[in-house]
């Protein structure tokens, strides 16, 4: 078997696996709303709010012991998830609606990345995902829903 054959097939499951929902996830989706309250059966802090109140974030820990950051707009619309761990978040759960949007991405650019990284730019959803095993990072975005003045920096 070619090495391109092999590379592309080892994405494709890295991508599947990261789609399937290996490990559990947050409770909410993107384009979905963030509770206001704190929810102590979930261990969550309440929202705080960042850039002069055009974004509010909270942070959780999945199953898996990754941290995840969920941003939503001052309004509670959901528009961002940035996690860093030691497994992957479950992205079905995470990009929700959204989801299918990313799979067609990934398919149609699987032969063209990292093993290590990837970024699936679609017009409705970003997803860019990279690290070594046990330090996964990444992030997942609607571009067009960050409010004026936040920028894909601000997410971390």
Known sequence: MSALRFSSRVVALTIALAVSGVSAGAHAELGGVMPAEADPAADTAA???LLNGALRVRTLTDAGHTTINEYATSTGQIIAYAWEGPTMPDLLTLLGKYADSYRTGAVTTAAHRG???SRIARPDVVVESGGPMRGYIGRA????ALPPGVTADDLQ
Not at 141 to 144: G, H, I, K
């Open 47 to 49: 929202p705080r709010t």
């Open 115 to 117: 093993l290590h990284a």
């Open 141 to 144: 975005w609607l571009p067009a």
